[in-house]
């Protein structure tokens, strides 16, 4: 069945560092992509997504690459803020529908 | 301002008690779903509904139901709680088409006792 891979955390970075979250999915059909963010005490919100091949989503200095050839939607930051400490999920739609099946999440911790 | 509410933030049950959360959406979406959260196991999917009293099971059924007698509600109900549905359960609603936004409930916790 379908399924997503992140890398596993957790991930600690000092700020202003570089981020990269790696995600790599394998699905049937032509999913759709998407970052998911959940910050301490609050619920699961989208961060930015892609629906076709080479697209770039972007939202708050984050961005990520529909790479179909490799099937892979990696999540970059060039600097990180505290303010980025969260819970980040890798997240494909199954099968042309709208169900979504999440990679386990990685932890981002930053430090001042 | 778009809205999923869970009808709890903190549950305790006992064993062998039926349990209700309950979700509403006032976005008018066709798709709900029921998602527990567990740490090193991501978000797996419970049951989802496509329409009124229309469901789905996802990846683990096994001990919960839903109904969905009003678009806008979808239950979630344990029909006799065990300690291993100790969870945050979370509850979403997205509308149809390609790449649409999810949006999601704050989550319940349920601790069985």
């Known amino acids: 069945g379908d399924s997503v891979t992140q890398m596993e955390g957790p991930v600690t970075l000092s700020e202003e560092a570089f981020l990269t979250i790696n995600c790599t999915y394998t699905?049937?059909?032509?999913?759709?992509l998407f970052w998911y963010v959940q910050y301490p005490g609050e619920g699961l919100q989208l961060l930015l997504k892609a629906t076709k091949a080479d697209d770039k989503g972007s939202n708050k200095g984050f961005e990520a690459t529909y790479r179909k050839e490799t099937t892979s939607f990696h999540l970059e930051k060039g600097s990180v803020q505290v303010s980025d400490s969260a819970v980040y999920f890798c997240?494909?739609?199954?099968?042309?529908?709208?169900?979504?099946?999440f990679g386990k999440g990685t932890k981002l911790t930053v430090n001042p | 301002d778009v809205k999923v509410t869970q009808s709890s933030r903190y549950l305790v049950k006992r064993t062998g008690e039926k349990v209700f959360l309950e979700c509403v959406q006032d976005m008018d979406h066709e798709n709900m779903f029921w998602y527990r959260q567990d740490p090193g196991l991501g978000l797996r999917l419970i049951y989802f509904?496509?329409?009124?009293?229309?469901?789905e099971k996802g990846d683990i059924p096994e001990g919960y139901s839903v109904s969905r007698e009003k678009k806008e509600r979808f239950s979630l109900i344990l029909e006799s709680a065990s300690t291993n549905q100790t969870s945050m359960y979370l509850c979403a609603s997205i509308n149809r088409g390609r790449g649409t936004e999810a949006f999601f409930g704050q989550g319940t916790r349920l601790t069985v006792v």
């Open positions: 509904s496509y329409d009124v009293k229309m469901k």
């Open positions: 699905a049937t059909g032509y999913p759709s």
């Open positions: 997240v494909i739609t199954q099968g042309g529908s709208e169900k979504l099946v």
